[in-house]
Structure formats: C-alpha cells, structure tokens
C-alpha cells in the first residue's frame, strides 16, 4: 500500500499535554476504524508548530477524507516514493 507523508500545520503543536495528545490520537483512531483497512496511521512526528504524520493508503483521497471527518488541517500531502536509510549506503 502507497504511503505519505501528511505535514499538519498546529499552531503550538509542540506544547499540547500527553493529555491533548491523547485525545486527537484517539479522534484519529476513530475516525480511521469506520473508514476500513484502505487507510491507516503509522506514527507521528510532533515539532513546535507542526505536526508530521506517516499514513499508508490506497490513494491521496483517503488521507484527505481522514483530515476532513477527524476536523485535522492537511496542509501537504506528499507520497513517498522511495525510503532510504544508512543501510542504503552499504
């Protein structure tokens, strides 16, 4: 399944309480248990104002559905097309 990259601009995203945190994973879960399998959530990356979230799916649509029913922004979603790491270099 294709995987992407979603960058989420949250003013303050890297102040949010275990507590809030908590909360939009569990929105997020939700939301994402009554679309299917076609779409799911990997891990996220939480950084002062952004949030950076890895999601693998059919296709681009169902990120974006995800972010509309779940009220989360999307700013950018771009699909990987290639993973590399230091094994790369061996």
């Not at 009554?34 to 890895?54: E, H, L, N, R």
Request: charged fraction near 20%; hydrophobic fraction near 40%; glycine fraction near 6%.
């Amino acid at each position: 399944m294709p995987k992407f990259v979603i960058e989420r601009e949250i003013a303050g995203a890297g102040k949010l309480t275990p507590a809030e945190l908590k909360a939009i994973s569990q929105k997020s879960c939700g939301v994402l248990s009554s679309m299917g399998p076609s779409v799911q959530w990997v891990q996220s990356y939480v950084t002062a104002d952004k949030i950076f979230c890895i999601y693998h799916a059919t296709d681009e649509s169902l990120v974006r559905r995800h972010a509309e029913l779940g009220g989360f922004p999307a700013n950018k979603i771009t699909r990987v097309t290639s993973i590399i790491d230091p094994t790369t270099a061996e």
